[in-house]
């Protein structure tokens, strides 16, 4: 979700009141909650015109009495608390609120990535890599990205060798975030971390970042980053995809997502996306482009990674074949 995604949402969930909104927040994920809580305890001097302009985009009729008139910590308590109940929702509303700590595994996915990065940075990198298999990628990378370079790497390093984790290593995860996870001698290996693992964190960082690691790996075993670059799908391999593909990705992928994203694009990107659309759509997405001035560079990478994550999505899910399988899949 992207910045303005979750400004947008913590709008309209401040617009409908505490119960519509603490129902809404029972269908989202921790990363989900966390950057719309956040964005809620940013709101300041918002503007009826700001409100309006939301509740049209979400085809809604604007409400006479808004949540803003209240106090917004007693709001995101109350609204979080219904939806959660007061134990998950106290732990991200410290985060939140800049309150108390947390620790295990689950508690992790509530916490801002700066604050699990901080928490996690002195470990052994070998345990800092078994936390991160646990973590959502985009997270596992944020987090990665606090690091210093030195450590992003040789973290990186260790998730595309980890084959497995024993229950030894669940026991010193257990000492490290209070009782994360319990084990046993019996317990058979987890199947966390490996070159895939690797490979999907790595599409959530900075090229920077994501050259570094790639070229430390290099150095360390040659056909191992290659292995990983091999599992990794960057937005310039959407040409790879067929007609039918890019279709599917069409109807998940928000036009505004797809206008930052294509600015930073290839023309043959750009030209096979509109030629997937219809002559109307193709028309206006064309007029955007044009009308669109310049972007960050980070904007354009966080809305691609945005855009390559429904790809992946789609492609687990089976609707689409990414890159040479694609001659395999059918007979």
Not at 74 to 101: C, H, M, P, S, W
Not at 198 to 210: D, K, R, V
Not at 258 to 277: D, E, H, Q, W, Y
């Amino acid at each position: 979700m992207s910045a303005e995604g979750a400004t947008k949402s913590a709008l309209l969930l401040m617009s409908i009141g505490e119960e519509e909104a603490s129902e809404v927040f029972k269908f989202l994920g921790p990363r989900e909650v966390q950057k719309i809580g956040a964005a809620m305890a940013a709101l300041k001097n918002v503007k009826r015109e700001e409100i309006d302009e939301v509740l049209q985009e979400f085809v809604k009729e604007s409400e006479q009495h808004t949540a803003f008139s209240l106090d917004s910590n007693d709001y995101i308590r109350n609204v979080l608390t219904k939806a959660l109940g007061e134990d998950k929702a106290g732990v991200i509303i410290d985060r939140i609120l800049q309150g108390g700590d947390t620790s295990g595994i689950e508690g992790l996915k509530w916490m801002d990535s700066g604050s699990v990065a901080e928490l996690i940075k002195n470990e052994h990198p070998q345990i800092i890599a078994t936390i991160l298999v646990h973590l959502d990628r985009d997270q596992a990378s944020e987090i990665s990205s606090c690091f210093t370079e030195r450590l992003r790497n040789d973290v990186l390093l260790r998730i595309a060798t980890l084959d497995g984790i024993q229950p030894q290593a669940l026991r010193e995860l257990d000492e490290v975030l209070a009782g994360l996870l319990s084990g046993s001698d019996n317990l058979k290996r987890s199947p966390m971390g490996g070159i895939r693992t690797a490979a999907e964190i790595l599409n959530f960082m900075t090229s920077q970042h994501e050259e570094g690691v790639i070229e430390n790996v290099r150095q360390y075993d040659a056909e191992l980053a290659q292995k990983i670059i091999d599992q990794m799908f960057v937005f310039e391999n959407l040409l790879d995809l067929e007609d039918r593909a890019i279709q599917l990705l069409l109807k998940e992928v928000e036009s505004e997502a797809l206008i930052i994203s294509l600015k930073g694009a290839p023309p043959a990107l750009r030209t096979k996306f509109l030629a997937n659309m219809s002559q109307r759509a193709a028309e206006l997405l064309a007029e955007d482009l044009d009308a669109r001035g310049p972007v960050r560079v980070s904007e354009v990478e966080q809305q691609q990674r945005r855009i390559l994550q429904i790809v992946r999505n789609l492609a687990e899910s089976g609707q689409i074949v990414l890159g040479g399988k694609a001659e395999d899949a059918y007979v």
